[in-house]
């Protein structure tokens, strides 16, 4: 995984200079932010449905 991220970040670098590193790294934020956020959600709403009452 990392040597894909470096990879990309060539890319980047290549294409855009600093903005486009700037612009690469608040995606991937943002991206593993939601990711993140959305499978504790996920989480949870499936403990309330296998709760037995």
Do not use: E, P
């Amino acid at each position: 995984m990392s040597v894909a991220i470096f990879i990309l970040n060539i890319f980047a670098v290549k294409a855009g200079g600093d903005l486009g590193i700037a612009i690469f790294t608040s995606s991937w934020r943002i991206i593993n932010f939601v990711t993140i956020t959305l499978s504790g959600n996920h989480r949870n709403r499936c403990s309330i449905w296998t709760k037995k009452w």
